[in-house]
């Protein structure tokens, strides 16, 4: 279970850290040691092995030191691997282990082709890994930036089984549906962004050049102005006098919110929040459930026992929320309760989903089930995201005319209460 002393450097070539253990299994209770990226990881990779972690904590002194500073910053300044190197690798990898070719031959050809260079330095690590007896799944875990937890544990389950070709392509098509998921969201929200932008700049702009070059007319008036215009000289002045102040916040708000979510707690609020939104929550929703279905299904379908599928399938939906949620469905079962029991008591699935899972626990077809399902909320999510603009567009109308109509009333009124002074004389 723990990997040897005197490969310590290799973990941390790559970026793990040793953890010890202490869980529970069939066989009674167990403890040892393992190299993992963090303790997330290493708590799904004991749960594909059957056993259910109790604690796990860091070894002192592993993964520090100067050297390992210096290595860890060099690694954040350098290119990141793509998702389309990830999907390469996979795909390229299923080929060779299918066609009969060695775990490390295979490896070391895909190092030769890779592209880019931070996944050639990957692979030459884990093939580092593999050369000192590191099993593939946890020389994969030594690279968490590249390899996510769902991922490892799909391939410690293809180890188990010994159908690694079939995990991997499995992982492929899952990592394509993931892709085409981002390129959806991004083309759909696009255009709202871009239409946004241009409105704060334009906002930028009247505030600090065209309302100043009107104040100097207005001042001459000699009246009591509209107040559409007082609102209009009020926010060019504090724009003008305060700007840096703002921009200094919104920079300020940015980093702060960032590092909010980066806490436990706070992903957990903005994933719950993100459901509640009101024209993209029900896409997250669909886009989470669909993801979940997906990764139960190639679970199950990879004969992972229903308990450790949970397990895995909870760090595939992208969602603190659903996921603790899931990870609750998961003790619920080990208890000995049905899924559809403890999936109805989560709160979080549709009427569809608990359906299937109904239908799939009277027939043992819960993965094509769960299959279906995802096939259902893929294609929704794809009707959502491409008439998202359109839906948007409405609301950026009714902005931009609103903003239009403030600065017309603003600008315009005192112009025309001149001319109508000056046409009674």
Excluded: C
């Amino acid at each position: 279970m723990a990997n040897a002393s005197g490969r310590t450097s290799d973990a941390a070539a790559g970026g793990a850290q040793r953890f010890a253990y202490t869980g529970r299994s069939a066989a009674g209770a167990v403890s040892g040691e393992v190299d993992g990226p963090d303790a997330a990881t290493v708590a799904v990779l004991l749960r594909t092995r059957g056993i259910t972690p109790l604690q796990i904590e860091a070894q002192a002194g592993a993964g520090s030191g100067p050297g390992l500073a210096a290595l860890s910053l060099k690694r954040w300044l350098e290119p990141g691997v793509s998702v389309t190197d990830l999907l390469l690798f996979s795909r390229q990898l299923h080929t060779l282990l299918r066609a009969g070719v060695p775990i490390l031959r295979a490896l070391a050809g895909l190092q030769e082709s890779a592209t880019g260079e931070r996944m050639k330095q990957t692979l030459a690590q884990v093939r580092r890994g593999l050369e000192s007896g590191i099993e593939l799944s946890m020389s994969l875990a030594q690279h968490g930036r590249v390899f996510d937890a769902f991922y490892v544990a799909m391939v410690r389950v293809g180890e188990m089984t010994g159908r690694l070709d079939e995990v991997f392509l499995r992982l492929f098509k899952h990592l394509e549906f993931e892709l085409f998921m981002r390129q959806q969201v991004k083309s759909a929200v696009r255009y709202p962004a871009f239409v946004t932008l241009a409105m704060v700049a334009a906002i930028g702009v009247i505030n600090i050049m065209v309302i100043p070059a009107f104040a100097t007319v207005f001042q001459s008036f000699q009246a009591e102005l509209p107040l559409a215009t007082r609102i209009l000289l009020a926010t060019s002045r504090f724009t003008l006098q305060w700007g840096w102040l703002l921009a200094l916040g919104a920079v300020a708000a940015a980093f702060a919110l960032r590092a909010w979510h980066a806490t436990a707690a706070g992903r957990m609020v903005w994933d719950r929040w993100q459901l509640r939104l009101p024209l993209a929550g029900k896409i997250v929703q669909k886009a989470t459930l669909a993801r979940f279905s997906r990764g139960f299904a190639l679970a199950l379908k990879s004969s992972v026992p229903i308990e450790q599928a949970l397990a895995v399938v909870a760090q595939t939906v992208d969602n603190q929320h659903i996921a603790r949620k899931v990870e609750g469905i998961r003790d619920a079962v080990q208890r000995g309760d049905s899924i559809l029991r403890a999936a109805a008591a989560s709160g979080v699935f549709t009427p569809v989903v608990l359906q299937m899972i109904a239908v799939g626990e009277e027939t043992g077809a819960v993965e094509e089930l769960m299959e279906e399902v995802a096939d259902l909320y893929s294609n929704e999510v794809q009707y959502e995201l491409k008439t998202l603009s359109q839906q948007l567009e409405p609301i950026l109308i009714v902005f931009l005319g609103a903003l239009v109509l403030v600065l017309a009333l603003g600008v315009f009124l005192p112009m025309w209460d001149l001319g109508r002074v000056a046409l009674k004389r």
